[in-house]
């Protein structure tokens, strides 16, 4: 079974640009999570997607935001980069109503 | 709000001891915990986890144990080894689901000397 994917791996971006991060679930979850990890920090909620609508977000301005297409697969994006946004963003999936989440392995940001 | 955290940012263990990584939460709506290990360049890793009806639950190498009283959570790695080498991350979920989801503390790092 394949686990969670997301692309890219890397990116690097100049301070104003935008920035797109996706996310494909486990097959059969219909539930996603967006987290930020900034370094040396703990996993920041940032959007919660279930068949297609947005759950909830965290306390992130409104520059960050993204969707969840009908197959699932997520996009994260984020406008007017800044260089505080540099971070490791983590997506997760799991089945609606359970607990636990899959991580994928993230993609490392870098705003320049 | 209430949230997850952690004693000790890092901890250092001889290889082949056991190791014991403290979580302290506050929010005593949860009803569910779980551990994840997080290794460099990686996302977290499902480690073990238990729900609030129960004050412990053993893995392969693992056990977790719940003290609602104290609100602690706890993970112990037996005979460490070092693979074992990561961050580790405890993380909550108020009864219901809670409108965040998990909330994860900072982290743990552990790190096994040879």
């Known amino acids: 079974e394949a686990g969670v994917t997301q692309s890219p791996t890397h990116l690097i971006k100049t301070r104003g640009q935008q920035a797109t991060l996706r996310c494909s679930p486990i097959?059969?979850?219909?539930?996603v999570y967006w987290y930020q990890q900034a370094l040396g920090l703990g996993l920041q909620f940032l959007l919660w997607?279930?068949?297609?609508?947005?759950?909830n977000r965290g306390n992130f301005p409104p520059r960050f935001s993204g969707r969840q297409f009908p197959n699932y697969s997520s996009e994260l994006n984020v406008n007017a980069l800044e260089l505080e946004d540099s971070a490791l963003y983590l997506c997760?999936?799991?089945?609606?109503?359970?607990?636990?989440?899959?991580f994928g392995s993230g993609t490392r940001l870098t705003v320049v | 709000g209430e949230s997850v955290g952690l004693h000790l940012p890092t901890l250092s263990v001889q290889e082949g001891d056991n190791s014991i990584i403290n979580c302290a939460y506050s929010?005593?709506?949860?009803?569910?915990f779980i551990w994840y290990k997080q290794e460099s360049g990686k996302g977290p890793q499902f480690i073990i986890d238990?729900?609030?009806?129960?004050d412990k639950r053993q893995g392969q190498r693992v056990t977790v144990l719940l003290n609602k009283t104290v609100k602690h959570l706890s993970l112990q790695i037996a005979a460490t080894q070092p693979g074992d080498s990561a961050v580790y991350f405890c993380?909550?979920?108020?009864?219901?689901?809670?409108?965040?989801?998990?909330?994860f503390g900072k982290g743990t790092h552990l790190i096994i000397q040879p």
């Open positions: 097959s059969g979850h219909t539930s």
């Open positions: 929010n005593s709506a949860s009803d569910y």
């Open positions: 997607y279930d068949e297609g609508e947005e759950r």
């Open positions: 993380a909550e979920r108020q009864s219901g689901g809670g409108a965040d989801g998990l909330t």
């Open positions: 238990i729900r609030s009806n129960m």
């Open positions: 997760a999936s799991s089945l609606e109503g359970a607990y636990g989440y899959t």
